[in-house]
């Protein structure tokens, strides 16, 4: 046994080893090209919120960063807090204003709190201002109604410029 392991390791020392560097260039070409494909240059990342199926665009606009409402058939969010349940996608009359039809007073509360944070911070830090900016995700299915009444107590709210998510064709 000994001698048959001392004559492997003779006949190892007369080879020479080569490296193959043809097929692991390929590879990392591979992975550089999948890596490109599927780098995204956009800084802000907007996925869809639950429940939400968005409608399809052929804009190109890139979104920034500002608050996301998301519009669903069962509920209304801000940021990462439901505010607002929706019974077949419809306002509960409890949430509405009863002087106008229009006014959701949760929303406005939640969304009037985050303005306040927003111009809270813009006091100690000069880059960051409140410009009424949010991000709308609503889904395709919605009736135009409750789409009104975010949009106006939205901008009673001092979100003024309003942006819909959609998905774009390529």
């Known amino acids: 046994m000994r001698r048959a392991v001392d ?31 599927s780098f995204d240059t956009s800084p802000v990342q907007v996925s869809p919120s639950q429940n939400i199926i968005l409608p ?47 006014f959701i007073k949760p929303l406005f509360d939640a969304l009037d709190e985050q303005a306040k944070k927003t111009e809270a911070i813009s006091k100690e830090n000069k880059d960051h201002k409140f410009d009424g900016q949010i991000i709308l995700q609503a889904d395709k299915g919605l009736n135009y109604g409750i789409l009104e009444k975010v949009f106006y107590t939205s901008s009673m709210a001092g979100y003024t410029d309003m942006k819909l998510a959609t998905i774009t064709y390529e």
Do not use: C, R, W
């Open 56 to 102: 399809h665009s052929y804009s190109m606009a890139v979104p920034s960063e500002v608050l996301k409402v998301a519009i669903s058939k069962k509920s209304i969010v801000v940021g990462d807090k439901e505010v607002v349940i929706l019974i077949d996608g419809k306002v509960d009359a409890k949430d509405m204003d009863l002087s106008d039809p229009k």
């Open 7 to 37: 004559k492997f390791i003779a006949n190892n020392k007369k080879g020479t080893f080569v490296l193959q560097l043809t097929a692991m260039v390929d590879m990392f070409t591979i992975l550089i090209v999948f890596l490109l494909k």
